[in-house]
């Protein structure tokens, strides 16, 4: 079927909270990955997510070109086209946008989807990130807001941080230290100032400990009960049982328990990057390494064109990572839970 229309994307989140999984968030850095991301959903019968990073956005429209919005609308629509006949609802978000690339990459990014929707068109992404993440709360929250009324507009969902993520991702980076973790002062802010879905819906990354990237797990200590805690007391304020829709950043080495307990408390779209990353590329380097005699033209000889043909290395790679995809619905239970 068709990449999700703004309805269907709010279905198969309400379908995740509902049932109590989380849909898995790939990012992508090609077609050949976003082919692989779509593979191992339908293998896994899953519905999801697939999203596009800040450097990914840059990567996507050429060295020479270097437009983020313009590499991002262009796997878009490759997205639009090849995903209509694999058989699960799959969504298109922008990940992690900080306040200086705004200007070139989301606010963009909204208001084509605003001219698309004037047009009678869905919009090319389902959702888009505000990472605020590396400013003050009160900031944070002014930005969010204005954001949200654009998605509001574009027929698009907001994802919001509060709190901190530690590590490294395209150039964000935060150091692990005791500031990684949302308070219940800083989501009672959140709801004072983006409402609890009468504004417009939003997703919400609270931080209990989080960290991007490749890390010691001695140096990450993950405290999903404070999910349950924010959850349970701004719930009661509000009148609204989990009235956050949680996301889980930087979940790579996380235990199952851990992630379990998270996705208990209503985290219903978990961000993997780092594991499915490895799995296409290590596929690539065993190709390489077992086959370097015929990769490359050695001692002035002519190699083997079948062995450097980009697709005798792809094919396994997008294999591999389709494979990781189908473990990650499995851990967060979405495996077999496709809402059509």
């Known amino acids: 079927m068709p990449i999700a229309t703004p309805d269907q994307y709010a279905a198969i989140i309400d379908n995740a909270k509902a049932k109590g999984f989380a849909l898995p968030a790939i990012n992508v850095t090609s077609s050949q990955t976003l082919n692989a991301a779509l593979q191992g959903f339908a293998d896994a019968e899953s519905d999801g997510i697939i999203q596009v990073s800040l450097g990914t ?37 922008t990940d992690h946008c900080a306040v200086e690339y705004l200007d070139d990459w989301v606010r963009p990014l909204l208001a084509d989807a605003i001219e698309r929707r004037g047009r009678g068109l869905d919009p090319l992404f389902q959702s888009h990130m505000w990472d605020g993440s590396a400013v003050p ?10 954001l949200l009324d654009l998605s509001v507009q574009a027929n698009t969902m907001l994802e919001v941080e509060i709190g901190v993520v530690g590590g490294e991702e395209d150039g964000i980076s935060h150091e692990i230290n005791d500031e990684l973790y949302t308070t219940v002062e800083d989501a009672r802010a959140t709801i004072a100032a983006l409402g609890a ?44 049982d989990r009235p956050f829709d949680l996301v889980f950043h930087g979940g790579s080495g996380s235990l199952p328990s851990e992630i379990a307990e998270a996705v208990s408390h209503g985290v219903v779209k978990m961000n993997i990057d780092t594991d499915t990353q490895y799995a296409f590329t290590s596929t690539i380097a065993g190709h390489m390494l077992s086959n370097w005699d015929k990769v490359l033209k050695v001692n ?31 851990q967060l239970g979405s495996a077999g839970r496709k809402l059509r």
């Open 57 to 93: 956005a840059l990567y996507l429209s050429g060295a020479r070109v270097q437009d983020r919005a313009r590499g991002s609308k262009a796997l878009a629509l490759y997205a639009h086209e090849v995903a209509k006949d694999y058989g699960v609802t799959i969504a298109l978000h």
């Open 137 to 146: 709360l009160e900031e944070n929250l002014s930005i969010a807001r204005e």
């Open 197 to 240: 879905g009468e504004r417009g819906r939003y997703l919400t990354a609270l931080t209990f400990g989080n960290v991007h990237g490749v890390y010691n797990p001695d140096s990450v200590h993950l405290r999903p009960e404070i999910l349950g805690d924010i959850q349970a007391q701004i719930g009661a304020e509000v009148g609204k």
């Open 300 to 330: 002035g000889g002519y190699g083997d064109k079948k062995a450097y043909d980009p697709r005798s290395w792809g094919k396994p790679a997008e294999t591999a990572m389709a494979e990781r995809v189908v473990q990650a619905a499995e």
